[in-house]
């Protein structure tokens, strides 16, 4: 009886695979949606050298193609956090990925060692997407008196000061 249930509960694990194949779509569709928005957004530069095109214009569409070139980055790291997070949930609950393994070209930040390992890993790329968003908050931000400035400029110091530590973190973990 303990055997039967020891199996059943061992293969439970396998429910985790709702949650590996669904990141993996989510992944795929937001690098399909990432670079539709970049060819998209590429599509239209060629406005950007028009003669007819005023100097206030152009001003637009360079802060335009800026937002717009951030907003792609972000998907491209949300789609990168879900096929770490796919990957990972894979190789900690299924099975080791022996092609990756046996690769040369296989990156170690694919290759997930534990639950601390991952949240590491996924930590990482959140942050990146945090200070794109607020460099995307930044693009759009209008200083109406000193203060919005000041609080612009310490934000800037706590995304540094953040970096810095995961920074310094990172080295601790590598002793």
């Given at each position: 009886?303990?055997?039967?249930?020891?199996?059943?509960?061992?293969?439970?694990?396998?429910?985790?695979?709702?949650?590996?194949?669904?990141?993996?779509?989510?992944?795929?569709?937001?690098?399909?949606?990432?670079?539709?928005?970049?060819?998209?957004?590429?599509?239209?530069?060629?406005?950007?050298?028009?003669?007819?095109?005023?100097?206030?214009?152009?001003?637009?569409?360079?802060?335009?193609?800026?937002?717009?070139?951030?907003e792609i980055v972000d998907g491209y790291l949300l789609a990168t956090v879900l096929l770490i997070f796919s990957l990972g949930l894979y190789e900690l609950f299924i099975s080791?990925?022996?092609?990756?393994?046996?690769?040369?070209?296989?990156?170690?930040?694919?290759?997930?060692?534990?639950?601390?390992?991952?949240?590491?890993?996924?930590?990482?790329?959140?942050?990146?997407?945090?200070?794109?968003?607020?460099?995307?908050?930044?693009?759009?931000?209008?200083?109406?008196?000193?203060?919005?400035?000041?609080?612009?400029?310490?934000?800037?110091?706590?995304?540094?000061?953040?970096?810095?530590?995961?920074?310094?973190?990172?080295?601790?973990?590598?002793?």
């Open positions: 009886m303990e055997k039967k249930f020891e199996k059943i509960l061992w293969s439970s694990r396998l429910v985790v695979l709702a949650a590996v194949v669904a990141s993996m779509a989510a992944a795929i569709a937001m690098f399909y949606m990432a670079s539709v928005d970049a060819v998209y957004m590429i599509s239209h530069l060629g406005d950007y050298a028009s003669p007819s095109l005023s100097a206030e214009q152009r001003i637009d569409l360079r802060s335009s193609t800026v937002t717009h070139v951030v080791k990925i022996d092609y990756a393994e046996n690769s040369e070209s296989a990156s170690n930040v694919l290759m997930i060692t534990s639950l601390d390992d991952l949240k590491s890993r996924l930590a990482k790329v959140v942050m990146m997407i945090l200070v794109v968003r607020y460099f995307e908050f930044a693009l759009s931000m209008e200083f109406s008196t000193p203060m919005d400035l000041l609080q612009f400029a310490g934000g800037i110091a706590l995304l540094g000061l953040a970096l810095y530590l995961a920074h310094l973190s990172d080295k601790d973990g590598a002793h």
